[in-house]
Every structure is written in C-alpha cells, then in structure tokens.
C-alpha cells in the first residue's frame, strides 16, 4: 500500500509524544518493558524484512482494533538505502469512536501473535542529546535580591546545598559548569597547511549533531557533504540553531536549549586533534529531541557513504571517527527483536573502518542508554556481544576537571571509557547573545563598565558540561592516535589502526 500523504519532516517530537508506563501499558507474556519516550503515531519498519508482508500483517492488527495505518512514501533521500527504515502511520478508522492509536499496543499486538510478529517493526523513539544546560535555571544569574553582585561571600548557589535533592543540578546554573561565556587567553590549536603536512592524511571525525557555526577555528569544517546529490541531514528550511541562537519560544531572548552544541563538539574535536579534518551535519532542531526516523536515516546515508569509499567510488568518502551526542533508552533491550535497524547501520560502520564513540547519557543511572549501550560490556553480557572482529562501540562518561566521575554521568559495565565532560572549555558561534544583560553596567571616563554578561558568546568560548562532551573530546583523541600512528590503508589495516587508539584510550581490548 502507498499512500497519497507527503512524508512528514521529522524535526522533533511533537503533540503525538507518549511516555511509556510499563505499570499500565498493554503488556505481552515474556516481555519486560521499560519507560521510553516514543511516537504513539509511528512504527518504523526495517529495511531488513520485506516490506509488503510486514506492513499486511500490521494492517490486520490495525484493523481488529478499528484503526487504519499507512505506509508514508520515502523521501528522495532514503529510498536507494541499503539501511534504514520505512515509516507507517497510525489512525482512527472513519466512522468509528475509538481509543487513541498507540504504536506501542499495536506493536504488542503483534508480539503476541508469535515469536516472528513484529520481527523488524519498532516504535520511532524520541533521542534527545545530552548536554548538561537548563535554559531556565532556576539559580538566576540576575538575583534581585543580590547587592553585592561582585563579591557574595554567601552564595545562592551554595556548592553543598542541604535541600537539593537533584544533584546533578549543581552542573546547570550559569558558573557553576553550565553554558556560560568564557575567556579562552591560550593559543589557537596548531593546524598545519597541506603544504606542511607532505602528502600525510587527515584523520577524519564526523559529527551528526546540530551542525557547527562560525568560528575564527573551525573554517575548515565542512558543513555540505553529501551522499552523490542528496542532502545529509536537515535541509536549510529547518532553522539552524547555530546560525541563530534564539529559535525557540518566540521573543523570549533566550538562547535555544541546543544552541551551539555542534559548534562546541567541533571545537573540542579540533583542540584535541588539531590537523583533523570534520565533517558537520545537522540533525538535532533548536528545542533538542529528534524523531528517531530522520537520525537513522541520515546514520545510513553516513554508511553508504563510507561503504562507497571502501568500495573505490569517488562519491564515497573515508570517515575514520563518527561522534555522536545523542540517545535514547529502549523499551525492551532484552527482547530478540531489538532494534535491528540501528545495530545494522553501527555494524556496517564498524566493518567499513568507521570506529563509532558514542556519549553514555546525563541520568546518572545504570540504565543502558543506546547507541552508546551497543558497546561490549565488560561483564560480557550486553545486547551486543560480538562485532566479528570489526570495531566495537566505544561508550564515554563524563569526568570532573579533578579526574573523578562527574556525577551526572551514566555509568555501568556498558560504559567503556570516560573522558573529561564537566567544565569544559570550547568554541561558539561568535554571534550569539542572548537575552540576558549584565547585572551593573555603567560608563568611567570614556569607557564602559560592567559585570558579566552570561549569555553574551561574542569571544566565541564558553563552558558547558555534559558526556555529550565526553565523546568529541574521547573522538578527538582517538584521531590524533591514528595521525600519530601512520596513514590510513585498507579496510583491515584502518581496523588495526583504530584497535589500537581503542586498546590505549579505553578499556577496551581486541
């Protein structure tokens, strides 16, 4: 069946969002479900199954419960994927006074009608990124009731606060390691010319993100790579967060809750690994979470790319690091239908060369968080036990400056590496100034004076905190091992290459 409907540009969640309750959710003998934020109007059909069948059998259950489903037409861009997925849409049958349609009892429904049921059919889960930032601290930079805004031997923000019962709060307000302007006095990282360099290659990172702004550092970044004529990503009518800071709540003044975190992953990649090239593509929107359906599309675009170079295509392109910010927690990892979908286009990569480094999550949980999950765990159990000798996974947390584990981070057998994510120092786009001002501002002798401005990102450096930052600094490192360890060769010599890097950064071994 294919539908007349035009495909729907999945920015972000939106109205048809549901929480998944496992206390009160239409349940299936044998699986255990956990709480995920998921579109109760979608399923996603892999690519793996035949489609026809698949969608025969949806529809029969569709139809029992008098709601209708159909099958959206593909965009250009995903039709000629050897990944991904196909996306169905969920309604109520005209003429009928029923219950809303839910993906999640549909997909149950079909669970329950054997082991095969709903083999290649998910839910199209909401990811969200995981930086640290609350766009509405509830520690105001501005207090009204602070005279003395230089100098408060009493703080609001007291550093052991006797009735905060979230402490990974003590990361967001505005000096305390949230998003803030900075000072960067040092020099530029070292970049050197082609010429220099002698015919040595770029180790390359990419980054699937909110794209990546201006910045006197990151001029080579290449925002436009494409897979032969097809955008990768969000196309230029979705407003770029890292164009203009300000998209979301209209007139608030506020900086975007997102705004400048492709930009500042860009430039903790190149501090880490000044001569690598990045590739930046968009796809997290201004407010944060993305519909799972265009993340995965754009992963197997990004592994059609890769596989075209390996095939000696001129429109492939080599990527040696992919550096994703981003996750979700999936309902039912234990269950044999997991998410096949994904784990196709990570285990591409991974035999292709690419060594994917994936942020661990802020919840401060154990919870397996994917795709960051998808590592090797080492208690040896997992949903992903083996790789057949291609690149694993690598999952980051997020450390303190002093080197402990910052106490927001994920952690767990799951969690392989960790990196420094809390206070950071790195690049935003210069043209950022929110809607805060400085507390005191006034004019001596021809000059003006103030505090500082919290939001004004005009030097192009700030602070911000999160394993969202973990990862590009862990990516970075990586690339500068590879640099430091030879050019890149065939497929088997780069997956050497990278186990290597892997077996000194992580705890990982081959």
Known sequence: MHSKREPRLSVSYGSDARILDPTNAVAVDGVTAGTTIYSSTTLLISKSVDFEDTFRRIKKVARSLNWRVEAEPEPAHAADLRFGARRIGLGVV??????????????????????????????????????????HPLNDPHPLNDPHPLNDPHPLNDPHPL?????????????????????????????????????????????????????????????????????IGWPSSVPDSEIDGDQVGALDGLIDPLAGHGTFIAGLVHQACPNADIYAWRIVPPEGPVAEYGWLTALAQ???????????????????????????????????LFDPMLHEILADLAANGTLVVCSAGNDSTSRPNFPAAFAPWSEGEGPCSAWDKALPIVS????????????????????RAYEVGAGVVSTFPTSFDGGYQATVASEFSGRRRET??????????????????????????????????????????????????????TTLKQ
């Open 396 to 415: 980051v947390g997020a450390l303190n400056p002093n080197g402990t584990d910052a106490i927001f981070s994920n952690a767990g057998p799951w969690v």
């Open 302 to 336: 990004i592994a059609d790319l890769v596989h075209l170079y390996r095939q000696g295509d001129p429109r492939g392109r080599r990527i040696d690091v992919l550096s994703l910010s981003i996750g979700y927690y999936h309902e039912t990892p234990e269950d044999a």
């Open 94 to 135: 005209p003429g009928k006074a029923v219950a809303a349609p839910d993906a999640w009892t549909l997909l149950q429904f079909l669970r329950a009608e054997g082991a095969d049921g709903a083999q290649g059919v998910s839910l199209e889960h909401v990811l969200v990124p995981v930086p640290l930032n609350d766009p």
């Open 452 to 505: 500082l401005d919290p939001d004004d990102f005009g030097g192009g450096f700030g602070t911000w905190s999160g394993t969202s930052f973990a990862a590009p600094l862990l990516a970075g490192r990586i690339a500068q091992h590879l640099f430091d360890n030879g050019d890149p060769g065939d497929v088997t010599q780069d997956i050497d290459r990278a186990w290597a890097a892997i077996e000194v950064l």
């Open 163 to 231: 009735n905060d019962p979230h402490p990974n709060s003590g990361y967001d307000p505005m000096g305390t390691g949230g998003r803030q302007p900075v000072a960067y006095v040092g020099s530029a990282p070292a970049r050197q010319s082609d010429d220099d360099l002698e015919g040595r290659a770029r180790p390359v990172v990419a980054i699937l993100d909110t794209g990546c702004g201006q910045h006197p550092w990151l001029d080579f970044v290449d925002r436009n790579v494409r897979l032969g004529n097809h955008r």
